[in-house]
């Protein structure tokens, strides 16, 4: 009887300490190596937000480069030789009428090609009104036909001429409204008069000339910047934000989340910017979300967590 109890004792202590082996060999199974695995593959890559793309209507505008230059520039000179010069009436500068003495020369009772006795050229005058942009007549010098004595910036007109590429020239239309920065930041309204029909064989472009509305206190010459409205007007489009929009080599793509919240890589076709903004012309649904920013750290495939507002 007694040894019946002791067997069975001892019976149970084997079976108990079967168990804590047993459940320490549990605790120090490397189980727990799959679980994170298995939680990683589950993880939001990022958090992001979303977007989806915007109706708007936009002007169409091209940017471009150039100069201030003069619209017509008269060469005055003298029309006979022999005649000094006695006085020179006006300097660089200056805003003559036509008719207006420039020069008074020597000599008046010179004789030309008869036997009477009449004024040869008494005087040089100003063949249209306008700004005088160069001098060279200086009293006593000999007045010589041909030789420049003035240049005259007729009407005192000025206006802009943008240097663009064959592409963009075939964008530029006569008539087309512009607008030109000049200076710190004066803004002039212009009209396209002239496009030139080629360009240059060696720089690759050629330009299109601007009518301003005003060149008041602008001078010939000075560096200008400004955009042709192209779209002769608002036109409807699709956007997105600028920080949509990623790029690998030319080409442009966008992070699409899909149901499942990983994101997918989808190409772009993209056309203007303005402000913040990027149109997208192909390659995108309307109803299509997109991550809106920090699409740079994530890859094809990669889950996310999407966070509203």
Do not use: C
Request: proline share 3%.
């Amino acid at each position: 009887m007694n040894a019946n109890i002791l067997s069975n004792r001892l019976y149970q202590k084997i079976a108990l300490s079967g168990l804590v082996l047993a459940g320490a060999a549990f605790w120090l199974m490397p189980h727990g190596a799959a679980e994170p695995q298995a939680s990683s593959t589950n993880r939001p890559a990022l958090t992001v937000r979303t977007t989806t793309l915007q109706a708007d209507k936009w002007s169409r505008t091209l940017a471009a480069n150039g100069s201030i230059l003069p619209w017509q520039e008269a060469i005055i000179s003298a029309q006979v030789q022999g005649l000094r010069i006695a006085e020179v009436k006006v300097s660089i500068g200056d805003y003559v009428q036509q008719g207006d003495v420039l020069v008074t020369l020597d000599n008046f009772a010179r004789a030309v090609n008869d036997t009477s006795e009449r004024p040869a050229q008494g005087r040089i005058v100003a063949p249209d009104s306008g700004v005088i942009s160069a001098a060279n007549a200086n009293v006593g010098s000999m007045a010589q036909p041909g030789v420049e004595l003035f240049r005259l910036i007729r009407k005192g007109r000025l206006e802009w001429r943008a240097d663009l590429t064959a592409e963009e020239l075939m964008l530029v239309r006569r008539g087309m409204s512009a607008e030109i920065v000049v200076g710190e930041g004066r803004v002039l309204k212009g009209t396209v008069r002239a496009i030139s029909p080629a360009v240059n064989a060696q720089t690759r472009y050629g330009y299109a000339l601007v009518s301003l509305s005003d060149s008041r206190g602008i001078i010939a010459g000075a560096f200008a910047r400004g955009t042709f409205d192209v779209s002769g007007g608002k036109k409807s489009l699709q956007s997105l934000p600028q920080s949509a929009v990623m790029q690998r080599g030319s080409k442009s793509y966008v992070l699409v989340v899909g149901a499942d919240s990983r994101v997918h890589e989808n190409f772009v076709t993209v056309g203007q910017r303005n402000g913040d903004r990027i149109e997208i012309r192909q390659g995108l649904k309307v109803d299509e979300a997109v991550v809106e920013s920090g699409g740079a750290f994530l890859t094809e495939g990669d889950l996310v967590q999407v966070v509203k507002g």
